[in-house]
């Protein structure tokens, strides 16, 4: 069984653009979370998708938003980017919401804003 | 402040054994993860203490006590390989139920 792909691995933006980040959860797992992961900050949520629901979000401002598709597929975008938006980009998927305690995460994208 | 309080950085020789503990202060979970993460890698789950008590998987082992709102994550018969970060992480039902890691300690393993 694939595992959760994440598309681009890289990505170089500018301050002031938009970037959207693609994940492909695991075949059947329709939960698909998104996290920020920064030296200093760890781990951050940024949000929850369920059946194409977001269930949860993060302490993030609106700039980042996300969407899940019929097959379970995620996206995520963040506009108007900043230098802090750098940072690597994880999405998890797993069977189901937030009963699940085990999460498959992507390998995610490193976003570098310059 | 964060809800989970882990130590940075860990260093051990390869056979030791190494103990990572996770101090909580969130009211009420549902239950504690650990997850690992080798540089430029993806977090990989570990283990999963619903309840009280020990969870072992070979050579690692999870303790959680609720009582004392901490657990625990133990490398026994450290390999190099093992070096890694090391994430705890909670579903805090205060926060509607997402997943809050700890701030990861860094397992170094040398010769």
């Known amino acids: 069984k694939a595992g959760v792909t994440q598309t681009p691995r890289y990505l170089i933006k500018t301050r002031g653009q938009q970037v959207t980040l693609s994940c492909s959860p695991i075949?059947?797992?329709?939960?698909v979370s998104w996290y920020q992961q920064t030296p200093g900050q760890g781990l951050q949520f940024l949000f929850e998708y369920f059946s194409e629901t977001q269930r949860n979000k993060g302490n993030f401002p609106g700039r980042f938003s996300g969407r899940q598709f019929s097959n379970s597929r995620s996206e995520m975008n963040v506009s108007t980017l900043e230098l802090g938006d750098s940072a690597l980009y994880l999405c998890?998927?797993?069977?189901?919401?937030?009963?699940?305690?085990?999460?498959?995460f992507g390998p995610g994208t490193r976003l570098t804003v310059t | 402040g964060q809800s989970l309080e882990q130590p940075s950085e860990v260093t051990a020789v390869e056979g030791a054994i190494v103990q990572i503990n996770c101090t909580y202060q969130?009211?009420?979970?549902?239950?504690l993860s650990w997850y690992q993460q080798h540089d430029g890698g993806a977090p990989t789950f570990l283990s999963y203490n619903a309840l009280d008590g020990l969870e072992e998987t070979g050579r690692f082992s999870s303790f959680l006590s609720r009582s004392d709102s901490y657990g625990y994550l133990l490398l026994q018969e450290l390999q190099m390989k093992d070096s890694a970060s090391y994430f705890c992480?909670?579903?805090?039902?205060?926060?509607?139920?997402?997943?809050?890691f700890g701030g990861g300690t860094r397992v170094l393993v040398k010769p």
């Open positions: 969130t009211s009420g979970f549902y239950g």
């Open positions: 075949s059947g797992h329709r939960s």
């Open positions: 992480a909670v579903r805090e039902r205060a926060a509607g139920n997402k997943l809050t």
């Open positions: 998890a998927s797993s069977l189901v919401g937030t009963e699940s305690y085990e999460q498959y």
